[in-house]
């Protein structure tokens, strides 16, 4: 498959939508043309090196033989070329090798990665939330250890969380860690679903588990968090193995394994029971990250989309100059759909990269307070992001599929990958149903609703804005933009107010129209920030998604409002 970075739009979400240069002050080496040369090199990496694997590795998939898992064809010395070119320490700390570089910039390096081959996108993924979770818990011996590692790719960090009785309800898991006496723990138990858990790309692979210590309490708060990896500091193999990997849906070349802990060395990160915050570091990193690759597939499958229309020729289109079949991007709904596809990629990255922003700001903000509102707008934008943009990446994924009728539909037209390969991200990393309970029930009913508040007078505002500018476009998105964010103002008082079966009957509606006015309102703010010529081309994309979407924002209302009777009313099966 080919992929081309999208260095433009990225820059436009980047430099405009999120406003990258607020972060000048805390990054100073930081200008746009080194920027410019990060994207280009990325892009380059991901079209040459990534992109064509892409096809291959879905086709052939892991195998596990003799107790190792063997990635696809291509995929080791694909990795060793994305280790080597640094690109796994962007935004890790120089002292541990990395290039301290802005979260955002290395967001947007992943999006070129994910999208042009999101299968082995995952393993650098999962990487990237080990060497935050041990920079924000680790001790200075697990720091300098396995940070150096990590942060050069040599060493590829995995998440264990899941156990089959327990599903996403970590409370109920039963991994269990005994004290060996010296400072040191004999991990017990079976975790699924561990995506990279075993490969033979990196030397070494540190896993992050899940476990109960002999005197923890039921529940949630005895959890602790340990680390194992698969060959102890000494050089030793440890009781690491995998035991079994899935036959999945989509993303064949990443092995999601079972993964057995028989025995295993392992070290505490943090505090006893304690590890869910500790893991939650981990997983917010890996959940923005997710919802980026609910950009970086829909942004792939857009692409093919537009290639197949532009070669595809069928039926004569509405007002064509010449006999014979056109192609059929000169149909009137072919084009609404690619116009869909683009307009809520553009939207969705926007989200993705202010997620990012705002929480570089919340680390090198230059004072408390700002620090704590970009700690409050990174919070609530996270599972918006990993919500919004993952549902987003599926509907266009099934969009580039009806582009190409039924070709979408054969194996052989490559449409149908991104579609199996984008159904995967609603799911882990938290489904989008916990992501909805998580913004209503942690997010928005744990400071009351300012943070929220907060974001719907910031679209009001810039609502005005765009009204107050005269151009007949922005007008028009203002206008609807002031709508939408009026109609999320109503659906937060009613949610702040409710109780809380009511709350959590209406609370995917309501992330879902959160996504639609935050998005809306970032695209924006970009078009009013970006040189003329960027926003006029970045327009027509706002504007039907203003005229298309945020029309749509005073109906989704009453399925907020709805409140639980109906849904608990229903004798389903009956």
């Excluded at 260095?7 to 972060?23: E, K, M, N, P, V």
């Excluded at 694997?53 to 060793?80: C, H, I, T």
Aim: hydrophobic letters at 45%.
């Amino acid at each position: 498959m080919t992929y081309t970075a999208p260095i433009g739009d990225i820059r436009f979400a980047l430099d405009s939508a999120s406003d990258l240069w607020r972060l000048k002050d805390a990054f100073p080496d930081l200008d746009a043309d080194l920027l410019g040369a990060i994207l280009e090199s990325a892009g380059e990496m991901a079209a040459e090196t990534l992109a064509p694997l892409n096809a291959s590795g879905d086709r052939a998939g892991v195998k596990l033989e003799d107790g190792v898992v063997r990635s696809a064809p291509g995929f080791a010395a694909a990795y060793a070329t994305f280790v080597a070119g640094g690109w796994q320490g962007l935004a890790a700390d120089p002292a541990y090798g990395g290039q301290g570089l802005p979260k955002a910039v290395a967001l947007a390096v992943h999006e070129t990665v994910h999208a042009a081959n999101m299968a082995f996108g995952l393993a650098p993924m999962l990487t990237l939330g080990a060497i935050e979770a041990l920079q924000a818990h680790g001790s200075p011996e697990q720091q300098a250890v396995y940070l150096p590692k990590l942060v050069s790719g040599e060493w590829s960090g995995a998440m264990n969380l899941t156990e089959p009785q327990a599903g996403s309800d970590v409370g109920a898991l039963t991994a269990r860690a005994e004290p060996a006496g010296d400072g040191s723990y004999r991990i017990t138990g079976q975790k699924i679903f561990i995506t990279w858990g075993d490969h033979d790309m990196a030397e070494n692979i540190v896993h992050l588990v899940l476990a109960r210590l002999p005197d923890a309490p039921a529940g949630s708060k005895g959890v602790s968090l340990f680390l194992s990896p698969r060959t102890l500091p000494d050089g030793t193999a440890n009781g690491v193995r995998c035991l079994g990997v899935e036959r999945k849906m989509g993303i064949h070349a990443s092995p999601t394994c079972t993964m057995g802990f028989e025995n295993a060395v392992g070290w505490l990160v943090g505090a006893a029971n304690e590890g869910l915050a500790c893991m939650f570091t981990m997983m917010n990193s890996a959940r923005l990250n997710v919802g980026l690759q609910g950009v970086a597939v829909a942004e792939a499958a857009y692409q093919k989309a537009v290639d197949y229309a532009q070669e595809r020729r069928q039926g004569r289109a509405e007002g064509a100059p010449t006999k014979g079949p056109s192609p059929i991007i000169e149909h009137a709904d072919v084009r609404r759909m690619l116009l869909t596809m683009r307009a809520k990629i553009q939207a969705g990255r926007a989200i993705c990269y202010a997620t990012a922003v705002a929480a570089d700001l919340a680390l090198h903000g230059a004072e408390d307070d700002a620090q704590r509102a970009a700690k409050a707008r990174e919070d609530i934008l996270t599972p918006i992001a990993k919500s919004w943009c993952t549902d987003m990446g599926v509907e266009v994924a099934s969009l580039g599929v009806q582009v190409h009728g039924g070709m979408g539909f054969v194996e052989d037209g490559g449409a149908a990958q991104f579609y199996r390969d984008a159904r995967i991200a609603p799911i882990y990393e938290g489904t989008n149903g916990i992501q909805a309970i998580d913004l209503i029930g942690r997010k928005l009913s744990g400071d009351h609703g300012a943070a929220m508040m907060a974001l719907t007078a910031e679209a009001q505002d810039t609502a005005r804005a765009m009204r107050g500018s005269g151009a007949a476009t922005r007008v028009r998105i203002g206008a609807r933009l002031a709508a939408a964010a009026d109609a999320l103002s109503e659906a937060t008082t009613y949610l702040l107010a409710s109780a809380r079966r009511d709350a959590l009957a209406g609370a995917s509606a309501y992330l879902a129209l959160a996504g639609d006015v935050t998005g809306a309102m970032l695209v924006a703010q970009g078009l009013m920030r970006a040189p003329e010529t960027e926003a006029a081309r970045q327009a027509p994309a706002a504007l039907f998604f203003a005229e298309t979407v945020l029309a749509g924002a005073r109906a989704r209302v009453p399925a907020i409002t709805l409140g639980g009777d109906v849904l608990f009313d229903e004798a389903f099966g009956a």
